[in-house]
């Protein structure tokens, strides 16, 4: 059979170690690696003729390059290249955690989403129209409790359609930034191009909107690239024009964006219990 090999993303405490117990706890060798700052461990298990070779990456809230999780978390994205990434997601917290979804969706990996703490979400009585928001983000979602196991079986066999790209709501998407921060992403993209050095296995939007963002990891990749002085020069222009425009730090509108798209797409499909909620304090 085929070997899958599957990466656990998410925000601390999500029950990401949970997931990977359950999985992976029953059968086979669970090993530990560890990182220089940071451990990750890795199990294998079967499902359907498939056989799963799972990490369980330490938790972060972003992907930017600024604590060692979250470099760890990118570099093994970036160099292990999981065929699947499952991006655990808090049903509890899902403003705060979808965020960590918009970064994977700008690095382009193939996920499926597993909304874990179902028993909190049904619990508290809140609507949450998950498979609508799967259909905008264009990646499965799939309910889950990790602590009793519920769901997991289905999650696996949704990283199987998405391996095998026969999943019906896989589909490429990108946020979109609005209208200033996507000529800046545009721009850089071009002087990307126009360079050729750029390795094709590398999303160049993903790269563009890093080094807007003032990514010193990318930064120092791009760097290293023969002819790059003319692609950060173009950078730091944009940079410039989008802060003119915008009136505010260029991390910041992508950030304010993400948040933005999330609270867009959760008006759409989230309903609180404000009966219950209120009631229970
Ligand atoms: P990690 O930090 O992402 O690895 O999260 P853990 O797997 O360590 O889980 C954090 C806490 O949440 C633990 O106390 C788990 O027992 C609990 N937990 C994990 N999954 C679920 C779930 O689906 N529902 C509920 N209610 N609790 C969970
Ligand atoms: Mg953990
Ligand atoms: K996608």
């Known amino acids: 059979g085929k070997t899958i090999n599957v990466a656990l993303v998410g925000n601390p405490n999500c029950g990401k170690t949970s997931l990977f117990n359950f999985a992976s706890g029953a059968h086979e060798h669970v ?30 809230y972003s992907l930017s390059a600024y604590t060692p999780e979250e470099l760890y978390v990118r570099s093994h994205l970036n160099e292990a290249q999981p065929d699947v990434v499952i991006n655990v997601v808090d049903a509890s917290n899902l403003e705060r955690n979808l965020y960590l979804t918009c970064q994977l969706i700008d690095m382009d990996v193939r996920m499926v989403i597993a909304l874990n703490m179902y028993d909190d979400l049904e619990r508290k009585g809140n609507k949450f129209d998950h498979e609508s928001l799967s259909r905008m983000i264009g990646a499965p979602i799939v309910p889950t409790i990790s602590k009793t196991g519920f769901g997991i079986e289905d999650l696996f066999n ?3 359609k998405v391996y095998e790209e026969e999943d019906p709501v896989l589909r490429h998407i990108h946020i979109n930034y609005g209208e200033v921060l996507e000529k800046g992403i545009t721009n850089v993209r071009k ?26 990891e990318i930064e120092a990749f791009v760097k290293a690239l023969p002819g790059s002085e003319i692609i950060l020069q173009d950078r730091d222009r944009n940079i410039a024009q989008i802060e003119n425009l915008l009136q505010e730090d260029c991390e910041t509108a992508f950030t304010n964006a993400r948040y933005g798209f999330i609270s867009g797409a959760l008006r759409e499909t989230f309903e609180q219990n404000k009966i219950k909620e209120a009631s229970s304090t």
């Open 31 to 60: 090993g530990n690696y560890s990182g220089v700052t940071v451990d990750a461990k890795e199990g294998t298990f079967q499902q359907n003729g498939y056989t799963f070779r799972i990490v369980d990456l330490p938790g972060t």
């Open 158 to 160: 949704r990283v199987i």
């Open 191 to 216: 002087a990307l191009k126009a360079n050729g050095n750029v390795p094709k296995s590398i999303s160049k939007r993903y790269l563009s909107i890093k080094l807007l963002e003032g990514d010193h």
